[in-house]
């Protein structure tokens, strides 16, 4: 059972490039997720999905594009990367509906913007 | 904004002896309340949650949580501290079933 997967595990962008981080999930899983990790911040809810074609905002959306084709996959695209977006990023899954589903994370993905 | 609290950036303990990590959650609705922990370099593990019910709860690794809802807190603790718990722990609300907050993060730093 590989859980969540996200890839790569590590990247450095320019300025101005755009490029998208993979996530998967084989648990049949409603809800995805998308965090960015920052030092002394924790980590903050980028966007969301509680279902395949269904997307919403969190905390810190901007510069940030996602879409849900199929429910293992939530890509996060970055259409034209800034130093800001320098981070760690991870994506999580969990079920929806009332209770209190823990969220699965992957590994995360280490991206540098120069 | 909904918001988790986690007053003290840093916390050092001697090996064996307890720990507490102090959580605050913005007033509101009850959220869901989880405690994760995250060792260097990896990703975060569930140590622990809270619905509803009783207010302490059991997770793993011999950790318990309180919930206090006068106070809206949902403190941390282990009786005796290993090596193996220097990590850095989040508390996490998860308010509306799908707006996830976490707190800043508490390092924990265990002095042999």
């Known amino acids: 059972n590989a859980g969540v997967t996200q890839t790569p595990k590590f990247q450095v962008l320019k300025t101005g490039q755009s490029m998208t981080l993979q996530c998967a999930q084989d648990m049949n899983h409603e809800y995805m997720s998308w965090y960015r990790q920052d030092p002394g911040m924790g980590l903050r809810l980028i966007h969301y999905s509680v279902g395949a074609g269904i997307t919403d905002q969190g905390e810190v959306p901007n510069g940030y594009n996602v879409s849900r084709s199929t429910t293992e996959d939530f890509p996060l695209r970055l259409l034209s990367a800034a130093p800001s977006q320098t981070s760690v990023y991870f994506c999580?899954?969990?079920?929806?509906?009332?209770?209190?589903?823990?969220?699965?994370f992957g590994p995360g993905t280490r991206l540098t913007v120069t | 904004a909904q918001s988790v609290t986690q007053p003290d950036i840093h916390i050092t303990v001697s090996e064996g002896a307890s720990l507490e990590l102090r959580c605050n959650y913005s007033?509101?609705?009850?959220?869901?309340l989880f405690w994760y922990v995250q060792s260097p370099g990896q990703g975060l593990q569930l140590l622990l949650k809270y619905f509803s019910g009783d207010t302490l709860v059991q997770g793993i690794k011999g950790f318990e949580a309180e919930f206090k809802r006068s106070q809206s807190s949902f403190n941390l603790r282990k009786p005796s501290v290993h090596w193996s718990d220097a990590a850095e722990y989040f508390c996490?609300?998860?308010?509306?079933?799908?707006?996830?907050?976490f707190g800043a993060g508490t390092r924990l730093t265990v002095k042999p």
């Open positions: 996490v609300a998860r308010y509306n079933n799908n707006d996830m907050r």
């Open positions: 007033y509101g609705a009850t959220p869901y």
């Open positions: 999580a899954s969990s079920r929806t509906g009332q209770g209190s589903y823990e969220q699965y």
